[in-house]
């Protein structure tokens, strides 16, 4: 695709309605084989992050596999929170948990209780946000600077 065509796409040099529009990926399966290099997802993704916040992209949104009640081979729902994404809790999700009640997102409770997360978390339609600076962004650099990968 050509730059004006890709620039067209995000919105620019359009009507006023085109330039409201905002870009974003949907990421529908990311599987690896089980003797696929150590972190390679992981910086499969984060490379996918940069090139969707260089073309302009908003956010990136995937489902997050597994959990409670859901397939317990998926471990989504795990891993895509320490990479950046964020999701709102369900109602009710944390009820019974008292130190979880004023809780309101994924991020929310890993930031109180990574434990409980680990048991009672659950699939759920995520997002990374790519703008600048984001709450995402720096949960992405934190985790690829644990990992020794940047």
């Excluded at 916040?53 to 998926?74: E, K, T, Y």
């Amino acid at each position: 695709m050509d730059e004006d065509a890709v620039d067209n796409r995000l919105g620019e040099g359009g009507d006023e309605a085109e330039a409201e529009y905002h870009q974003g990926l949907h990421v529908d399966h990311h599987y690896l084989a089980d003797d696929a290099p150590h972190f390679l997802g992981t910086i499969s993704f984060a490379l996918c992050a940069m090139t969707a916040h260089n073309l302009g992209f908003v956010s990136i949104s995937l489902i997050a596999g597994g959990g409670r009640g859901f397939n317990p081979d998926m471990i989504g729902f795990r891993y895509w929170p320490k990479v950046g994404f964020d999701a709102a809790l369900f109602d009710g999700e944390t009820a019974g948990a008292a130190h979880l009640t004023d809780c309101r997102t994924v991020q929310d409770v890993l930031a109180r209780d990574p434990a409980w997360w680990e048991t009672n978390g659950s699939q759920r339609l995520m997002e990374f946000d790519l703008g600048a600076g984001s709450p995402s962004w720096q949960k992405l650099l934190d985790y690829l600077r644990e990992k020794e990968l940047i």
